[in-house]
Nanobody, 123 residues
Framework: QVQLVESGGGSVQAGGSLRLSCAAS???????MGWFRQAPGKEREGVAT????????YYAASVKGRFSASQDNTKNTLYLQMNSLKPEDTAMYYC?????????????????WGQGTQVTVSS
C-alpha cells in the first residue's frame, strides 16, 4: 500500500519561501509523483509532476520560475521548493502518486494521495 505524508506547510508573507516534503513508502517500479493544490471554492489543480527518474514533466504556468519540484530517491522523498510566494498560492497542497511513466497534471488520474499540508500566504 502506497503511503504519502506531506510536511512543510505554514504561513508566510508574500515574497517568502517554503519547502514542502512528501515522504513516500510502499511503492515499487516506475511511478509518477505530483504536487497538487486546492484553494477554497476552487477545483484541485496540478502544480508539478515528476517521473520516478527525476524528470520534470509539468509545471503549472502560474508557478513556473517560482516553484521547483525535485526528489531524493535515497530518501523516497519528493520536494516542492516554493519561492516568491503570492497570496494566490494560498491552498492545501497535496502529494500524489500513480504507477507508470505518463504523468498528467490531472488529479483524477492519480491513485494515491497524502493528507495535505496547508500553505497560507499573506499580503
Amino acid at each position: 500500500q502506497v503511503q504519502l505524508v506531506e510536511s512543510g506547510g505554514g504561513s508566510v508573507q508574500a515574497g517568502g519561501s517554503l519547502r514542502l516534503s512528501c515522504a513516500a513508502s510502499g511503492y515499487y517500479g516506475s511511478y509518477c509523483m505530483g504536487w497538487f493544490r486546492q484553494a477554497p471554492g476552487k477545483e484541485r489543480e496540478g502544480v508539478a509532476t515528476i517521473t520516478s527518474g527525476g524528470g520534470i514533466t509539468y509545471y503549472a504556468a502560474s508557478v513556473k520560475g517560482r516553484f521547483s519540484a525535485s526528489q531524493d530517491n535515497t530518501k523516497n522523498t519528493l520536494y516542492l521548493q516554493m519561492n516568491s510566494l503570492k497570496p494566490e498560492d494560498t491552498a492545501m497542497y497535496y502529494c500524489a502518486a500513480r504507477a507508470g511513466y505518463y504523468c498528467p497534471p490531472t488529479p483524477d488520474r492519480y491513485n494515491y494521495w497524502g493528507q495535505g499540508t496547508q500553505v497560507t500566504v499573506s499580503s
